[in-house]
């Protein structure tokens, strides 16, 4: 598989933005998910990741959505706002993320 420097596929093999051919077969960290993964294994719905941050309480005392909780796992430093993902809700740090796609290296452009 050849692909361009924006991601496009070329004649079987891989380039880098300048021409050189790039290596598939060596590990690589997602800078979305932090997974490993090989780029020549890399598909459409490989990452699995937020495309927001985790600061929902933050976000809300702005927005003037501000959940609260008497959970003490929900509490944060601020008088019990609950903290979530801004994109989905969800209000774990670990859970999985809402949005699917290809991994991307921290050496992609």
Known sequence: MLVAAHGHVLRGHVVAASGAPVDTTSPRTCRRCKVQFVPADNHARECVYHT?????????????????SPAYEHRSLHRGLVRFWDCCNALQEDDAGCCTGPHEAYEDT
């Open 52 to 68: 927001a941050l985790f600061t929902g309480g933050e976000v809300g005392k702005y927005t003037g959505f501000v959940p609260v």
